[in-house]
T-cell receptor, first 115, second 112 residues
């Protein structure tokens, strides 16, 4: 069964450094998402992406965050200058080809630890 | 604002029992809901979904019930197994249809 894959599984970064989290969505999907989950808390929406542009972003997704689909298979989340509070699990998700209600499928996440 | 919540943070059951996990949502205009299962160290895994034009939907050993009158969603797991132990989240599609709003999660523990 096709799945969303994320790399790395764990990223440790010094505060103030840039970090790029990578995702390969399911191959025929067109809608892409990033979510984060702080330890022990609920999953929070960051950003949705369709047709090479952001569809919606949350308040968390400030100017330090950006997303990109650099080629036909990867979808990346960049944090320009990391803060301690950026430590969390980051999940990528993708959804199929139509706008109609369909479930989003999630990867297993990248654990980001900011020191 | 939009929010989705769960009634209980933890639920402990014996193997073979039926489990019921509840969720309350606040946006009466929501028309799509999903239950996810999250095992330790993994991402949310799709279990079952339901649209607002339905009251009930059944899958394999799982049933989702939607009560729009009281804005309540539940997940029923029949003959619960140790492998069902996980955190269960309900999620609601936002009004724009662009994002999922997750509840806080219920940790299901199944003892054999």
């Amino acid at each position: 069964e096709p799945e969303v894959t994320q790399t790395p599984s764990h990223q440790v970064t010094q505060m103030g450094q840039e970090v790029i989290l990578r995702c390969v969505p399911i191959s025929n999907h067109l809608y892409f998402y990033w979510y984060r989950q702080i330890l022990g808390q609920k999953v929070e929406f960051l950003v949705s992406f369709y047709n090479n542009e952001i569809s919606e972003k949350s308040e968390i997704f400030d100017d330090q965050f950006s997303v990109e689909r650099p080629d036909g298979s990867n979808f990346t989340l960049k944090i320009r200058s990391t803060k301690l509070e950026d430590s969390a699990m980051y999940f990528c998700a993708s959804k199929g080809q139509t706008i109609s209600n369909q479930p989003q499928h999630f990867g297993d996440g990248t654990r980001l630890s900011i020191l | 604002g939009e929010s989705v919540g769960l009634h209980l943070p933890t639920l402990s059951v014996q193997e073979g029992d039926n489990s019921i996990i509840n969720c309350a949502y606040s946006n009466s205009a929501s028309d799509y809901f999903i239950w996810y299962k999250q095992e330790s160290g993994k991402g949310p895994q799709f279990i079952i979904d339901i649209r607002s034009n339905m009251d009930k939907r059944q899958g394999q050993r799982v049933t989702v019930l939607l009560n729009k009158t009281v804005k309540h969603l539940s997940l029923q797991i029949a003959a619960t197994q140790p492998g069902d132990s996980a955190v269960y989240f309900c999620a609601e599609l936002n009004q724009a249809g662009t994002a999922l709003i997750f509840g806080k999660g219920t940790t299901l523990s199944v003892s054999s």
